[in-house]
């Protein structure tokens, strides 16, 4: 969590180095995450690696029980499964409102549980700068209470919800449509790919609304005090538009996506070839 957060930020304490891509040419990489593991054990030990977890772990089981309260007070009607391509008209209905009421439930819950998502983000953001203005959950509460009002536990809150919804009828849409229409009810393994194509579908659907998920939580620490939400670290965004625009404009919109494999921002050409 701590790791993929920095990159996302931009914290890059550590050199590039020196390899060679598919083609074999020289390209810069950015320290993986073991690597990057490694400086924040040297740094903070290894308790520095859970920075942020608890905040975090209170968010997950927010999330959790108002999902399931949602769900216990807003029951989804049984429907009967459709796969027939004679009734995509009824199939479609289903997936609409199955979708529909998962969006509910996901923008509840994401409500509920984002003020100790920004509160995690900011714990953990503290690295960057040895700050220890949050050092605990409720001392952190009574904090941004104090500096920002009720409105400072939401920043961020709207482009994750953008992004939850997208997502949820992109996903959604695409592989009802690609099961009515691509898969055969009379192939064998039909249900078998049925089966996995959400999850398919998932994984390319959760890179294009990636940068939501980015300006999300860098607006959660953008001018809350902390070093690295501050000029000359970070600019002081004015919306959450004005961060996707800056963003955009340098070419980081998928910053911190990879966590592995990491090229700097230099073209291999700047590298003399042996």
């Known amino acids: ?54 905040p975090r ?11 399931g309260s949602v769900k216990k007070a807003f029951p989804l009607e049984d429907m009967e499964h459709v796969s027939n391509k004679d009734d995509v008209k009824t199939s479609l209905r289903k997936v609409v409102k199955e979708t529909s009421h998962e969006m509910m439930m996901q923008c509840m819950s994401r409500v509920v549980s984002h003020p ?6 900011r714990c953990m953001v503290q690295f960057i700068g040895r700050e220890v203005k949050y050092s605990g959950v409720f001392s952190a509460i009574g904090r941004i209470l104090k500096e920002e009002g009720i409105l400072g536990f939401f920043v961020g809150l709207v482009p994750h919800i953008l992004g939850d919804v997208i997502f949820l009828w992109c996903c959604n849409l ?12 009379n192939f064998s393994q039909a249900s078998v790919i049925r089966s ?3 999850f398919v579908i998932g994984i390319a659907v959760s890179m294009l609304t990636y940068p939501f998920l980015l300006v999300g939580d860098l607006m959660a620490v953008n001018n809350c005090g902390l070093r690295a939400g501050l000029p000359p670290y970070a600019p002081a965004f004015t919306s959450w538009i004005h961060c996707w625009r800056y963003l955009s404009a340098q070419g980081q919109l998928f910053r911190g996506s990879s966590l592995l494999f990491r090229r700097a921002p230099i073209p291999a050409a700047c590298f003399p070839i042996d």
């Open 1 to 54: 969590l701590l790791i993929g957060f920095l990159l996302q930020v931009g914290h890059e304490p550590l050199p590039p180095t020196i390899g060679r891509n598919v083609l074999g040419r020289k390209v810069l990489y950015l320290p993986g995450f073991f690597t990057y593991a490694r400086h924040i054990v040297e740094v903070d030990g290894k308790r520095g690696l859970f920075r942020g977890l608890t």
């Open 57 to 67: 772990l209170i968010s997950s089981t927010l999330s959790t029980i108002t999902r």
């Open 116 to 121: 100790l998502h920004v509160i995690s983000m």
């Open 174 to 185: 695409l592989a009802h449509f690609i099961n009515t229409y691509a898969v055969d009810d």
């Open 196 to 198: 996995y194509t959400k």
